[in-house]
């Protein structure tokens, strides 16, 4: 589970911003709750601001601190990485490195991972790690640091604590420390090669596991395409067949009409892998024929039915979904019958999470989401610097629970609303074009 994500100096967030999943102290909606390790946490958060304003940008920074830790280097393709040395603050002369910083719960382990990245404009031999730490929490709350590197080097903690954990004898910390100081690389992280290989491959695998299998992002829900690959020998029949199942299910709850939908695989050239796509079934001359269902079916129904797994998965074993634009092809009624299972503890038994941002008000509801579950982004007008805070923020003497949050939020009480003046639009084009 998800319990914290901050950065910093990442494109128009100057400043540490983040989404934080930690519940308030609000007694409203208490079914809107996961609990964990003694902490309160929120099961979906929906996020709000004009074009331009960061929403985005929370997701992409997610997305590639993501990539960089299944990469384990900065010297990796990745949609994101591709274009690192894009991404630093833009509009300051600052040349403070990039911070991504997460804390969450996955396999027993509750653990806090931060890394810096240091990088040039357009050069991406300048890229290096600035600084990396690995921490875990115990038990008792206690913030346990494993490692920490600065620059050029690596310092293994010598906490007796931390020894326990890391199954470290303090008299070979020095030996230990001079091997992997010595072979380390300025843009590989330390978590996912030398520290996952020689000192504690459950911690790492607990962190890398996260990622892979646990968060689930889309930086742009109403483009992307999710595709399935698997080797063949982890793709058994039964598979295919609980997959359709769950397609079929997911059709007829969504009301989506009598149409027949299911995965097909496709076997790579490579003869190991194969690709799970969609199809619809059509009677064509007394026979079912199958035709890509991108080609049949609407924009709304592919991106659910693209995304039904990933969801299925996510309830069954526990995950975070970050999306961007989530409903921007989808009618509300169907993203809120998506929300009420994610906040319904009932159903919601892994702890599966779902945070989003959206344009649409009608999530602005205090039957939907608690004040800590609303989130809005607004860009500083002189700075250009983009800023995050949520509902609760306001304090329950300027937002009371019984408030109508939708007509509230267009009166500009709650800020994250668009700087808009087209009455000289027009004049002023006319005029540019005679010039």
Known sequence: MLIDYTFS???SFEKEAGISMRASSQRTLGTNLLHARGQRLLPSAVIYG???????????????????????????????????????????????????QIEFIN????????IEVECEPLKR??????????????????????????????????????????????????????????????????LARTFKNLIKTEIAEAVIDFFRNKLTVVSDFSLKKSKFSFHMKDMPDQN???????????????????????????PQDDEETTDMELYSLYQINGRDVAIPAELMESRGTMKLLDFAIPFEQHFTSGGVFVLDEFDSAIHPELVKGILSLYNNPNINKQGAQLIFTTHNPIYLNNQIFRRDQIRFVEKDRESYGSAVYSLADFGSESVRNDHNYLIN??????GALPFIDFSGLLEDVSNEGGE
């Open 240 to 266: 295919t067949m609980l997959w359709n199942k769950t397609l079929e299910t997911f059709i007829k709850r969504a009301d989506f009409g009598p149409q027949h939908i299911l995965f097909e695989s496709n």
């Open 409 to 414: 939020y267009f009166k500009g009480n709650y």
């Open 107 to 114: 396999q027993g382990f509750h653990i806090r991972y931060s």
């Open 9 to 11: 100096n990442f494109r």
């Open 125 to 190: 031999s300048s890229r290096r790690i600035y600084s990396e730490q690995l921490s875990v929490i115990n038990k008792k709350g206690e913030l346990i640091s494993l490692f920490e590197r600065t620059k050029d080097k690596i310092v293994i903690a010598e906490d007796q604590r931390a020894l326990e954990l890391l199954g470290l004898q303090k008299d070979l910390l020095k030996k230990l420390e001079e091997l992997v100081n010595f072979n380390h690389d300025k843009m590989d992280l330390f």
């Open 50 to 100: 004009p074009n331009a304003s960061g929403k985005s940008s929370i997701i992409m920074s997610l997305e590639i601190m993501r990539e960089m830790v299944l990469a384990g280097s900065l010297d990796a393709d990745g949609e994101g990485l591709n274009y690192l040395e894009l991404y630093p603050f833009a509009h300051g002369n600052s040349r403070r490195p990039m911070l991504f």
